[in-house]
T-cell receptor
Framework: NAGVTQTPKFQVLKTGQSMTLQCAQDMNHNSMYWYRQDPGMGLRLIYYSASEGTTDKGEVPNGYNVSRLNKREFSLRLESAAPSQTSVYFC?????????????FGSGTQLSVL | EDQVTQSPEALRLQEGESSSLNCSYTVSGLRGLFWYRQDPGKGPEFLFTLYSAGEEKEKERLKATLTKKESFLHITAPKPEDSATYLCAVQARWYGGSQGNLIFGKGTKLSVKP
């Protein structure tokens, strides 16, 4: 019953450092998503992948890149971290290719950029 | 611009004291309205999807309703284990191109005291 697995759970970076957040799902879902959650704000979509081989920008894509490595895995990369990217990051997946209802979320990565 | 507003931001109830959470929305054609529950340190967990005004769905002590402008999450005789943040999200209808992604509200933090 793994569902959506994110690594790492916690990370501290210095400004300008790079890192990749990993996400894998074992539910054979077509669509995968990366969200960020900041205090006092709703979840905001960074990037999504409607199906294997495709990726699209969401609401707040600047400063991020993604890779849909295969159907199971979807990674998020910060090339040059900034303090404004301090947040909790959630990966999610859904079964349907054209609608993201009933998202299944991972447990999150808490990222601090100093 | 599509928007989701949840109220109140925080709600404290005594065990057994019923109440309602509100989610008001403006969207250019609603495809679906979603309720999620989020426990501290975890990712959101799907509760309900509502598609049209007048629709209702129930799960244990929770009942979600939908009108053309808002949704309510009614909590009947809550227990301490119902304490969590409840998130509302809407999905607008879309035509071609990128899929319609969810727009989340900021959430209502519910605390139920024994």
């Amino acid at each position: 019953n793994a569902g959506v697995t994110q690594t790492p759970k916690f990370q501290v970076l210095k400004t300008g450092q790079s890192m990749t957040l990993q996400c894998a799902q074992d539910m054979n879902h077509n669509s995968m998503y990366w969200y960020r959650q900041d205090p006092g704000m709703g979840l905001r979509l960074i990037y999504y992948s409607a199906s294997e081989g495709t990726t699209d920008k969401g609401e707040v894509p600047n400063g991020y890149n993604v890779s849909r490595l295969n159907k199971r895995e979807f990674s998020l990369r910060l090339e040059s971290a900034a303090p404004s990217q301090t947040s909790v990051y959630f990966c999610a997946s859904s079964d349907t290719g054209l609608a993201n209802e009933k998202l299944f979320f991972g447990s999150g990565t808490q990222l601090s950029v100093l | 611009e599509d928007q989701v507003t949840q109220s109140p931001e925080a709600l404290r109830l005594q065990e057994g004291e019923s109440s309602s959470l509100n989610c008001s929305y403006t969207v250019s054609g609603l495809r679906g309205l979603f309720w999620y529950r989020q426990d501290p340190g975890k990712g959101p967990e799907f509760l309900f999807t509502l598609y049209s005004a007048g629709e209702e769905k129930e799960k244990e002590r929770l009942k979600a309703t939908l009108t053309k402008k808002e949704s309510f999450l009614h909590i009947t005789a809550p227990k301490p284990e119902d304490s969590a943040t409840y998130l509302c999200a809407v999905q607008a209808r879309w035509y071609g191109g990128s899929q319609g992604n969810l727009i989340f509200g900021k959430g209502t933090k519910l605390s139920v005291k024994p």
